[in-house]
């Protein structure tokens, strides 16, 4: 069907290192049916073939356990986690650094 569930894109393209940071939202009646890992999928292939990137970034607040789920589930890798300022709430959270580096 061609109803909105979410959206997907890639934000602080780094053209010289070919490095990108990707967002992925989907509507919370939409969860744990599939459509974040599909998602995923589709844009890692973009992000590695059309863009060329060597590798793709997600920030994400630590205690978003589904979506670490996701990542974990793509290969990416945990590199840091850091207390930030969330741009959005204000709210203090920690913020988890994951990474997929090209193959």
Do not use: Q
């Amino acid at each position: 069907s061609k109803k909105w569930i979410g959206a997907v894109g890639f934000n602080d393209w780094d053209h010289k290192k070919n490095t990108a940071e990707i967002g992925c939202w989907v509507l919370p009646e939409h969860w744990g049916r599939g459509f974040g890992s599909e998602i995923m999928k589709a844009s890692i292939k973009y992000g590695f073939d059309e863009m060329k990137l060597n590798a793709i970034d997600g920030f994400i607040d630590s205690n978003n356990e589904p979506i670490k789920k996701v990542l974990k589930k793509f290969n990416f890798e945990h590199l840091k986690s850091e207390p930030e300022k969330d741009p959005k709430s204000g709210l203090h959270i920690i913020c988890d650094h994951f990474r997929l580096k090209e193959k």
